[in-house]
């Protein structure tokens, strides 16, 4: 018989050990941002398609799931994490001096084209520091997300650092046409550098400008050598100063003891018109896709009113599975689970409370449960053999044995 | 050392990109025998080529299933992938056209339609020209379309224009040029540098000793 009842494409059930692992991942990622002072909020599924589609950011509206209200507004499904959350900061009367904020929630999207790998609902955690500019919280974001990939158990992997204000105070030398900056944009996001070069010529830039832009398709890697060679290269002195303010991250990060985990990419310029300072990505080796993004973004609450600087990140969860499934990095606590039988089925109830009430699981009706606990013959066994007890101190004293097996 | 694995298309674009490799010390003796595999290994071991169709080359770069690969900039463009475009590498070289019947006025026509493999470079380029048009997306044999009046004009590459000819179609407008690139995954970029960037920097010298 043919099954009948399909998923919509781009989403997928979880079942049973797969939606453990996510759950324990989360968990494992939390209890750290916890301890990082980060207070865990949620913001609505859906909310009104204006608050997004004006929005500078990183989401085409196009790609946004859309909903008609009974009254003719529309609304999205949430398509963004970040951007929720800052109108969320911007609306509470409380003032702030610094707010954590962290968030596991579903983002939703149209997926761009058939070919499209990505599904229409993932999962992203991330963390949201609002307060008054510091770089030593620009540090600390770098730190944690280091120590994020550290504490699901990945080795070799570094985030990648850029600086939105290099490239927009160079922008600043040769005020271009937003068509045009679109389009130098691209051509170094992509690292085109014969493409980029063709763009500036046509446009007659200065040629200053030009020989910097072209350099920048070379600013990646090893992060002494690439502040080293972009210091000479400023052309105003927002621009060394952006070098400055990302050199001495670099140092602290140095300092920490995590240097090799980190790299530089001066080339780095999407969502810029969201990012205002550093920005960085999480590479994991061995894995097509960035797992981590995140950076400063001090003007997004203007869109609502309010000026409060912030930094962030989000880690895409189901990037953050895949990666751990392929490295084989086991997830599981596995725990061991017990069953207990009796004809006195009352009985069997409460010796399972009780069990459970010191911390074992146990399911009543899991007749392959690696522990079996037999109460009318007293007997209790798992796979290597089985043992007789006589009381219920002595019955909880062999299960802890017998789990320790396991 | 981990392996390094290459994108290519069949035909003239990989006999060509081979060249090239092995310009720079990598062979792939495996290519030259009559095989269907689609996964060969280099001589040395150290790099792995997978045999994927044109439009396919993006994809399989995007997401990291390839490091690298070579693919035509018209099959990119259509893509639209999000990867690093490090080299033209100078061969492959044709163009992108609109072509229909001698004559025809695309300015004069209210509602264009589009024969052509890429619907989406079609469509940006009328969209920039702020020109409605109607695309109809065609597997092959894109010239048969305005003949048979399936649609007023195609988009396609062209490269010496004989196959026009041949149908009696012209190129009405000259849209982009195109020829190889090499592309490469952003994250396998910064993670496995040490060999990626050797290698590009090979092929962009190799590149510049065969046009010089």
Redesign the interface.
Known sequence: MQFGKQLPQGVADLYSNDYENKEYIIKQINQLTKLYGFKPIQTPTFEYYDLFMNMPGTLDPDQMIKLIDHDGKILVLRPDATVPIARMVANSNQPLEVEKLSYVTNIFRMQNGESDVFSRSFTQLGVECFGKKNRYVDVEMIALAIETLKTVGLQRYQIDLGQAKFFQALMDEINPTPELQREIQEKLEQKNEFELEQILNENHVNEKAKQVLTQLTYLFGNPREVIKKAKPLALNSDMLQAINELEWIVEQINGLGLSEYISIDLGLVNNLNYYTGVMFQGFVHDFGRSVIQGGRYDSLTEQFGIKVDAIGFGVYLDQLIDVLDQQDISLKNDTAMINVKSQNSIYAFQVANELRRNGYAVNLFDQKASILIDLDEKLISNHKGNRTFDGSDDLLKKVGQFYGEN | M?KIKIALTKGRLAEKSLKVFEAIGINFSAFYKDSRKLILPSDCGQYEMILVKAL?VA?YV????A?IGIAGKDTLLE?NAN????V?LGFGKCRFAVAGSPGFDIERAVKLSVATKYPRVATEYFQQKGKQVETIKLNGSVELAPLVGLSDVIVDIVETGRTLKENGLEVLENMHSISARLVV?????????ETL?PFVEGIKQAITVSEG
């Open positions: 981990e396919d994809t995007e997401n990291g299933a490091d893509a990867v690093f475009e490090l033209d995954n952003k994250a396998s970029y910064k993670t496995k540098s960037q």
